[in-house]
């Protein structure tokens, strides 16, 4: 075997000692210096296994089988310590907030090289060299807890970088960030690569990965390779709905497709009767007495409105929503749901007229079905039983999960929590539904599915989402807001304010390939349409 | 995301000291206040509890919330106490009475009686004060001590590597529970569940009481796993390790050290010759006739 390969994964098969089956069958391959290799694949189908086998949390953290061998420099790393896997393999993990464990910048980005019983001073000049590459010098002193998402996962990747490892495994480092961080991400990924680290990059936003060309994609499908090889064979590979590709892609073979049905968005509202279902007045507010996060925010949400809030990571989003349903209350002045003050209100009261889903599921999972889950919420608003029944059974179906029903919902997996956190909210049938980033974690055909369910779902008066991809603004709303330190900055159409490239530069949001042929389409079009819509025009 | 306590810089008395230093204070003075019932003694250390408040530089509406939750525990408790006259009985044998209520009914026998007791009375006062004074220092160390030096105090205060790191982990677990647990609550909320209209029996309502629990466990659980997994993946624990951070210790901190050492010294020797103990003056008793 030549040595002179980083990374060698020979015959990889491994099965958590707790599961049934194994979650990677037979893996192989090679990546050489300077390469970067993009793992793709739907939510389970063992991304993240293979990433833990590589960086040796398999079998030493997580126990089970493992078979076949990977070598580092031609070295089987079988019988390494994490310490010496850890100064040729450094691991991102998906969420910086859970990989950063310093209050500091500086002890986050040291805590390797601390452990490692390195010189004060060697600390001091790998963290300095670290932070400086990444352009992060100047956060060197700041609390890691005050750093915006783009902030933390450069900080963790410093922290990283600083045990000068040849290979690096990034899992999903875009998933929780604003699109202009993701590219700052993804520019840095490139910039490794050329100096010559390999970089194993597992991610779901294939479209933005594909920007910094990746040398070849690892295509798993449950567990063993459907396809290694360039991008330009995934194309070919891979259908279209599975993977995110970039809109042109999209096109060229949407049009051998039949054409997408029209869908009929919110069709309790038909009608077309307008009223106010929820009125900002003037809100203000602040989680400390001498700092105010949201300011002066005036707003009505109206029936039939489906909005997508968008804006930079820790611009005051959720806490924005969370004045909807009343879990914050305004320092000054007001918010109406329904014409009720959500003062005058509490949080159980206003969930029967709006319904919230959270960020995180593991937050709320808790019941030992997820048909128990489901029913929690109506029987709480004390619908009827056989009413709840028939609720569950329709929210599974939307989120594409009826064969989990008697399932535990904390025994599965992110994705599929994250769904069930979301049926959990239309099994409530309130008339308005908030979703905050619904589709993080989640890869593009399940999320793709549920939101075309979700909103054609009967009952809904208004959807409101926040998120951080644009296509979704693109694809499901017909209204934007831009939210900015704590201020809508932008309110309106799509077609009005996603055309404003400069404005969304501004915002941390970055136009995608959708975007722009949506723009450039829109005096034929005279609307926003989804790649396979315009494929047919 | 490990969430560190509300600490700020300030120029106050207790953060002018090396964090081991006064972390060795502390012990000192809660020892020191334990050796003693006796309210005149206590008095000296309450009111180095109140100076060393009033000195913090710490903002009422920081530690509202804490102080607000931890006196009414201890004001509740200092009443119950009082009340049953449980908890005093080891500390005293013989009571005086003031004045006794009876109730006008009786169940199975048993004729509701309230005693009030000057032994009682005296009791929950000093209880009420012995607590506080812990109180107050206890409650005021994460707002004073900086969260980045967590690990390096303890490790200063002779503690290995795993432990100080553990102990710097889990002063941070603390406000991270506090942060997941309102997180969860709040999600629970919006699918229309009350805590505060929880009804039915004892194991019905700890049955009810699931949604919050077993999300706040289960997570609690997987953060966890999470900081192994972060700290496995760069090479903790397998040797000994540096401490980028350093301390230093002057003049000041080794007399505040040695004031400690001798304030808690002199406590148990007061103690071990029968000093300090339960106190009720003569003149209260007197006074009731006793």
Redesign the interface.
Known sequence: MPTDFPLVVENLSFRYRDREGAAIHDISFTARRGEILLIAGASGCGKTTLIRCI???IP??YKGEEQGRILVFGEETKGW???RV??KI??V?QDP????????V??EV???????????EE??QRVDEALAFLKISHLRDR???NLSGGE?QKVALA??LA?RPSILLLDEPLASLDPASAQDTLDTVRLLADQGMTVLMVEHRVEDVLRIRPDRVLFLSEGRIRYLGDVEGLYKQVNYKEVKLPAERIMEFAKFAPAPAEMKILPSVADGKQETLVKFENVAFGYD?DREVLHGINLEIKRGDVIAVLGANGAGKTTFV?HA?G?LKPKSGRVLVDGRDTREA???QI??TL??V?Q?P?????APTVHDELA??PT??KHPKDQIAKEVKEALRTVNLSDKEQDPP?ALSFGQQKRVSIA??LA?RSRILVMDEPTAGQDYQNYMNFMDAILQMPGFEAILFITHDVDLAVIYANRVLMVADGRLVADGAPQDVLRDFDRLNANRLVPTSLLELNVKRFPETGRFLRAEGLAHI | MLVAWRYRPRKSFIQSFDPRAWIIFFLCFMFSTLAFWDVRFLSPFFIIALFVLLTSGVKWHEVRRAFLFIIGFITFFALLTFLTGRGGEEVYKQEHLIRQFTAPFSLFGWTPTLKITVERAFFAVSQFVRVVSIAIMTILIPYSLDPALYGITFKGLGLPDKLAYAMDLTMRFVPTFGRDFQLTMDAQRARGYELEKIRGGLIEQVRKLGPIFVPVTIHAIISSEDIIDAMDLRAFGVGPRTWLQVLQRNLRDYILIWVGVVMVALSFSLAFFGLGKFWVPEALIRLVGG
């Open positions: 960086n040796g949390l030493r953290s310590t994490l310490a850890s100064q450094g691991t993990l907030e859970r990989q950063i464990l310093g209050t500091k500086l002890s040291a805590f390797g090289l601390e452990n490692l019983g390195l010189s004060r600390i001091f609390e890691t807890f933390k922290g990283v045990m007495v969370k349903i879990l509490s949080v159980a969930a029967g319904g919230y959270f995180s593991s937050h709320m999972l808790f929690f919420g709480n608003l904390l959990a909210i409530m």
